[in-house]
């Protein structure tokens, strides 16, 4: 089958070739029982038409895997949503949000490059979601990202298969987008026994890499503003505001039916004075709670910075051995 793939058109490269350099999520969990992968959604040639572009065209890769909805509860479908903008992209395609692997197929003359320059695109516009959510969740979990990898992309022809991992590097507020080779190996390579070297490196992919990037997803949308909360507390605002409208409109309707009386007058601003204490002190206790939750989440994201730093050097310490013993072992 590998020998008449490569020679045959992109298409046939596509339809015999790429399914066993990165079998499907989906076909994994329905067929073979692998239930971690319920909530990955896989795009096969689907426009990204829900993102803002860096430049260039609109991404369509041969293979996209990320999100799905049902990866998300409901108090996190509403902060995103909240969230969510062109510019601050979580939702891709119609159907999946944040990718985290990409695969380009070419053959003929449009080779394997060309195939690496369409991943880097993608890979840096899916990247960049994943820096727009940390940022917005603060704590500077945004800045915690740099030299992580975030998204992993595959390239290949009817010859040969390259990998590499994409990172952000965030500097001064400013990010850049790179990326950082992780193995290649030819599909002829010792009489075909490198053949599973992506089948194998993409199971890896969803037993290790996919979680930590549920996690690190779900993490940034917990410090996310809840809508709903937000809306409440401006509906009281507004409630207390017009409350200390119509009393003061009824203070001035009774002085104006009242005698000009000095000690009317004394009343009314005791009155107003009494009220501004009251409300000073409400503005006070506000922000003091709103200090103290500020303080404990900080505090949180230390601790969970510190837990992503060891486990990112886990995961790709833990990568790149099985990557090594699957080469020792062919």
Request: net charge positive; proline share 4%.
């Amino acid at each position: 089958m590998f020998q008449r793939a490569s020679k045959g058109n992109e298409e046939r490269v596509r339809r015999d070739l790429t399914p066993h350099i990165v079998p499907s999520a989906e076909l994994l969990y329905l067929l073979d029982g692998e239930h971690a992968l319920q909530n990955v959604r896989e795009e096969l040639s689907g426009d990204w038409t829900k993102c803002g572009l860096l430049g260039g065209k609109q991404p369509r890769p041969d293979h996209a895997y990320g999100l799905s909805l049902a990866a998300f509860t409901e108090d996190e479908r509403v902060k995103l949503e909240n969230f969510t903008s062109i510019n601050n992209p979580t939702k891709f395609t119609e159907s999946m949000y944040f990718p985290f692997l990409l695969c380009e197929a070419k053959c003929g003359k449009r080779n394997i490059n060309d195939a690496d320059r369409q991943n880097v695109h993608s890979a840096s516009i899916a990247v960049n979601a994943i820096v727009q959510l940390c940022r917005a969740a603060g704590g500077g979990s945004a800045e915690s990202l740099t030299g992580h990898i975030l998204v992993i992309s595959i390239s290949h022809d009817n010859e040969r298969v390259k990998i590499y991992g994409h990172f952000p590097i965030i500097r001064d507020g400013r990010t850049t987008f790179h990326r950082y080779y992780l193995h290649d190996y030819s599909l002829d390579g010792h009489y075909g026994r490198d053949r599973n070297t992506g089948s194998n490196f993409t199971r890896a992919v969803y037993r290790d890499f996919y979680p930590l990037h549920v996690q690190r997803i779900q993490q940034a949308i917990s410090r996310l503003p809840d809508p709903r909360t937000t809306s409440m507390v401006s509906e009281v605002s507004v409630g207390e505001g017009e409350t200390q409208a119509s009393e003061q409109s009824s203070q001035e309707m009774d002085s104006s039916s009242r005698p000009p009386l000095r000690r009317a007058k004394s009343r009314g601003s005791q009155g107003e004075l009494t009220l501004m204490k009251q409300q000073m002190a409400r503005i006070e206790q506000m922000y003091k709670a709103q200090l103290e939750q500020q303080q404990k989440q900080i505090e949180q994201r230390k601790e969970e910075i510190q837990k992503q730093m060891e486990q990112q050097k886990k995961e790709n310490k833990n990568l790149l051995e099985r990557l090594l013993e699957q080469r020792q072992s062919r």
